[in-house]
């Protein structure tokens, strides 16, 4: 393993755990939260989206946010399907914030929440492109 790789694999798990944190924590608030207090929490998008819809993408971000850690300590332990994976896994999360941002610039909301979907669209993006090239 050469100095590149260890750089790349250093600055991918940086981006994998930032990035995990804050999709664990936002998917856990839209898992657990009713739907009204989602609505009351500034959450305007539940108000046309069905309850299901709200839970899979919840659950989603958080099994994205494991996969995009632990995958990559599974690939790293030797099992080599885990770096598929783990490029999935923050694949999935940069997508979801793709469709966040396409989502709240249509509801004229972009001016409140771009920093907070480039924040997490940014860590995600970089822990992809770091698997894809280091694992």
Known sequence: MDAVQVIGLIVGFAASIFAAFGFYKAGSF???TPIDKLLEA???WVSNTSETSVRVLAWLEILGAIGVVLAPIAALAGFG????????AGAGLSLVMLAAIVLHQRRGES???????????AP????????ALFL
């Open 124 to 131: 995600a993006l970089v822990a992809t492109i770091a698997w």
């Open 81 to 88: 399907f885990a770096k598929g994976f783990a490029v999935a």
């Open 30 to 32: 839209k898992a657990k």
């Open 111 to 121: 001016k409140y929440t771009l920093k907070m979907n480039l924040g997490l669209l």
């Open 42 to 44: 500034g959450f305007g």
